[in-house]
């Protein structure tokens, strides 16, 4: 499968729906802008994880706005509205730094071919990418 940045990050930004999310979509572009131009995997490897736990928390957020759920027994206030938002980050970060949804692995290998890697390269870092980071 074949993923190009560029088209996720856009696809992402139109999805964003608050400031927040659009500064940290233009982070990921700086911080992926930066690492290729250093060519560092490392820097590469950690802005895919990083994507990663923001799209997680992206459709966390998606389903409890249209979970029945979210209109149980608690009244939706501001607190907990924050602890929601607080505990889908949590929990989509613990998720891309273990073995993720795979998204950050093959963004990974995308990014490794588009910036000029080598097949060798590319291949091994499909055996070396993610789990190495820890």
């Known amino acids: 499968m074949k993923i190009q940045s560029d088209i996720a990050l856009s696809s992402l930004s139109n999805m964003a729906s608050s400031e927040y999310e659009k500064n940290k979509i233009e982070d990921f572009e700086a911080a992926l802008n930066e690492a290729s131009k250093n060519n560092n995997k490392d820097e590469i490897k950690k802005v895919a994880q990083d994507f990663e736990a923001f799209f997680i928390k992206t459709i966390f957020k998606s389903m409890r706005e249209t979970s029945k759920l979210s209109e149980s027994l ?3 206030s501001f607190d907990r509205e924050m602890y929601e938002q607080m505990m889908d980050e949590k929990m989509a970060e613990d998720i891309s730094q273990g073995r993720g949804i795979g998204l950050a692995e093959k963004l990974y ?3 490794i071919k588009q910036y000029g890697a080598s097949d060798e390269q590319v291949e091994n ?3 070396n990418s993610i789990d190495t980071l820890k």
Do not use: L
Request: aromatic content about 12%; glycine content about 0%; cysteine-free.
């Open 109 to 111: 290998e995308q990014m």
């Open 74 to 76: 608690i009244e939706k």
């Open 125 to 127: 870092a499909k055996y």
